[in-house]
């Protein structure tokens, strides 16, 4: 079974301040996507990372995919009230299978 | 253009009664799967069709069923229903199926079903 951790589960921060998610896998993933949540929506996609070592940047926000394609990194700069949501990574071997999921709050 | 249309938003049922959900995915595309989400399980893959073919199937049992029609949209059935139903249903339809990953998923706004 191919599964993807998330760490940390929860997070409630102050405006201002930085923070980083964590995806990890035992299995490699041809691709990896992040996706953030609102309450009562969809998730919505954020960034597809498809090379190991790949970088991304989405303004305050740094996507990394790991190496070896097993693990991924969100990184947000300076947070803010609006990131607040439920952060899922996702990796892709023929389907996509989701992580748990971070629940990031931020207050103002 | 619109986006993916989920119907009903709400639904409550009783146990032992059989439901039906339906996805509307965006115009052109083909790929529709469909998701389970719960707090304690997270989204858990359901199914995904193409072309009104099921490629995909997760880890449910068979009382979760579902198909496509020639024009994309989709239907999930889940019968006899159970307490532990009681999730959110998502539908996401894409353009290109797998398998190379690099599809965007474009998620509807979910069906919550109640089972009391």
Not at chain 1, 10 to 15: D, M, Y
Not at chain 1, 76 to 99: R, V
Request: proline residues 5%; aromatic residues 10%.
């Amino acid at each position: 079974t191919q599964l993807l951790e998330q760490s940390p589960q929860f997070l409630s921060i102050q405006e201002g301040e930085n923070l980083t998610v964590y995806c990890n896998s035992s299995s490699v993933f041809s691709s990896l996507q992040w996706y953030r949540q609102e309450p009562g929506e969809g998730p919505v996609l954020l960034v597809t990372v498809v090379t190991g070592g790949e970088v991304k940047k989405l303004k305050r926000l740094t996507f990394q995919f790991g190496d070896a394609r097993k693990d991924s990194s969100l990184h947000i700069t300076a947070a803010q009230p609006g990131d607040t949501g439920l952060y899922l990574c996702a990796g892709f071997t023929g389907k996509l299978i989701f992580g748990q999921g971070t629940t990031l709050q931020v207050k103002p | 253009k619109a986006g993916v249309t989920q119907t009903p938003r709400y639904l409550i049922k009783t146990r032992g009664q059989q439901v039906t959900l339906s996805c509307s995915p965006i115009s052109g595309h083909r790929s529709v799967s469909w998701y389970q989400q719960t707090p304690g399980q997270g989204l858990q893959f359901l199914f995904e069709y193409f072309s009104e073919t099921q490629r995909n199937k997760g880890n449910f049992p068979g009382r979760f069923s579902g198909r496509q029609f020639s024009n994309s949209r989709s239907e999930m059935n889940v019968s006899t229903l159970e307490l532990g139903d009681s999730a959110l249903y998502l539908c996401a339809s894409s353009f290109t199926p797998g398998p190379t990953g690099r599809t965007e998923a474009f998620f509807g706004q979910g069906t919550r079903l109640t089972v009391v």
